[in-house]
């Protein structure tokens, strides 16, 4: 079910759609109703179990200037669950205005989660919560045709493997004054830096990967350590940056490799072995083995 707004259309009850597979709203053009906008003072839940398929909440058209207001008691919600699944909250075609004052949140637990993207010039406020993520990939706020991103609320992004807060183009302005927290990265880091340290992967005790690609051949992904512990510190500026600010991600390079290293060395069982360099080839590994005292 597709609604078609031309001029204002309010929101103001309850909503559940299960199994949608194609946008629910959509803003379109019309000279005779002025510009397109939602209201929403409702509450409104939306899952879907596409596989593959890219889906929107809300869409505006690339020749509409519209707008979507989330007032305080709104709600707006949509959970995905196909298969490599994208899942947009709100998707601007064209110029488009944003803000939210309640809560919108957007899903995909196994594809991509977007909250606003924008084609076109763009104006997003956000003095709620917004929470985007909880699969792969998460991107709160994507702008690629420039505009303002201001927030005095919450702006909360998880990703397994990707994970973006904001990403404004060259043109596009900042400004927070609430909290913006990126999970995920963290546990990113830690499996592309473990999978840095291994080179090899051994079946039964037979070698039968020995360089990148042929690790990838045999259908051995990149290392994701979703149980790995993150722990976050809110409120704890840096001490040695303009802003206070950190990373979202780096920090979980620094003790992967040596962490993989060490255990390596205590499976050979000697204190005498080190192993101070990656990738831990086959080749590293049987050397130092040869070199224990076990």
Do not use: C, W
């Amino acid at each position: 079910m597709t609604i078609f707004i031309t001029g204002t259309y309010t929101v103001d009850a309850a909503t559940t759609i299960n199994d949608f597979d194609e946008t629910t709203f959509e803003l379109q053009a019309d000279p005779d109703a002025g510009d397109p906008a939602l209201d929403n003072f409702g509450e409104v839940f939306l899952t879907s179990a596409s596989a593959g398929k890219t889906l929107a909440m809300i869409e505006v058209d690339p020749d509409a200037y519209g707008s979507v207001f989330n007032e305080e008691s709104g709600v707006l919600s949509f959970a995905a669950t196909g298969v490599g699944e994208q899942a947009f909250g709100v998707r601007y075609g064209g110029r488009a205005s944003f803000a939210n004052l309640g809560e919108f949140a957007v899903s995909s637990a196994r594809g991509e989660a977007v909250g606003v993207f924008a084609k076109g010039q763009a104006i997003v406020a956000n003095t709620g919560e917004m929470t985007i993520g909880g699969g792969p990939s998460a991107t709160g706020v994507l702008m690629r045709g420039g505009g303002d991103f201001s927030s005095s609320g919450e702006l909360r992004v998880s990703g397994s493997q990707t994970a973006v807060g904001v990403e404004l183009d060259a043109y596009g302005s900042f400004s927070n004054a609430g909290v913006i927290r990126v999970d995920g990265r963290h546990q990113g880091a830690v499996g592309v830096q473990v999978d840095s340290g291994l080179d090899f992967f051994v079946n039964n005790g037979s070698l039968i990967a020995t360089s990148k690609q042929s690790f990838a051949s045999v259908g051995i992904a990149i290392h994701n350590p979703g149980d790995a512990n993150v722990l976050v510190l809110e409120n704890h500026p840096s001490p040695v940056t303009p802003l206070g600010a950190k990373g979202a991600g780096e920090i979980g390079i620094l003790g992967s490799a040596p962490a993989i290293a060490n255990a390596v060395v205590a499976a050979i069982g000697s204190a005498s072995v080190e192993l101070n360099e990656i990738p831990l080839t086959a080749e590293l590994v049987a050397r130092a083995a040869e070199h224990s005292d076990r």
